[in-house]
């Protein structure tokens, strides 16, 4: 998003007592955020800004903190993070929800879709299991919307698109005066699953390695970029279609997160990955013997796959390369 339209969203955030901020993206949430805070507390203003956790705080507490009369503000704020630990809205504010009454007209109150992660660490790609905290979070979200659109609020919500990705990144590689190559620009999107705000991540660590009047290539990406864990499960598939077994069981270690009992790991976490990865490669040839591509999967394809995985459900960088 361009600054212009950053600012234009921004001024008609700030028409509103309720703004939700979501979205499956990190970085454009984190920079809406920013430009929100710095129009409303310029100078970080304590007095009529108020930051807290949701999964510590109820909404009558929000509600509280916003009957306060601004200070030296024109308007009290809070700002509520990790949004999505409370279970509902109907959780949060009781059973009459949230309504435009609910902001006095001096108030402002910024609700934030922070991403937290499920507790044991990092979502395992391929897991079954794994797969329902994200739902729930996507659910989730989607309630919020709902009641702050309800309510007469705005809503900020960026959804993954790893064709946007990839454009956003080359020209935040511009901004920043970093020459890479089209095929690196391609792996970097792919090894960071399509995330924008994954990649940008890397960009810093790629610039201070980057050789002078050398644009940035494939191999300095392998080299430097960590790879998300949907990258590397498919590089697992790949080395087991291809009958590589040391690439395999390299990837296997990896895949096992520096387990000492990698057996035991493999039978309890990188054969289920196997399994929901063949299921997704065995659905994706069902298409192309049907005539029909990753964009494009008519519905009485869809109807012959299951619920778990489902190739026409799964995010479109992992569709594009099942594909492949």
Known sequence: MARQDLDSQVAKALRHRIVLIAGEEEFPRRRFLKALLERVAPEGDDYDLVVTDAGETSGQDWLGALATMPFLSERRTV??????RQRSVEAAFGPK?????SVPPHGLLILVADEAKPA???????DDADEEPSGKRREGAASWEKAVQAAGGFVFAVKSDPKAA????????????????????????EMTGASLSRALEELPKLALFARPGQPIGTRDV?????????????RFVDAVLDGNPAAGLNQMRKLAGGSAKVESE????????????????????TCLDRGATASSIPEEVRRTF????NLASIGDWQRQKAFR
């Open 97 to 101: 929800g949230l309504t435009p009454e």
């Open 120 to 126: 044991g660490g990092r979502e395992r790609a391929g």
């Open 266 to 285: 493999a039978i309890r976490s990188l054969l289920p990955v196997l399994r929901y990865q063949f299921r997704l490669l065995w659905q994706a040839r």
């Open 79 to 84: 700002v509520v993070r990790n949004l999505l």
């Open 306 to 309: 299951p619920a778990k995985p």
């Open 166 to 189: 990839r454009t956003a990144i080359k020209a935040e590689c511009d901004a920043i005066g970093l020459r890479i190559d089209p095929a690196a620009l391609d792996l970097l999107v």
């Open 222 to 234: 392998q080299d430097l970029v960590v790879a998300s864990s949907e990258w590397e499960v498919f």
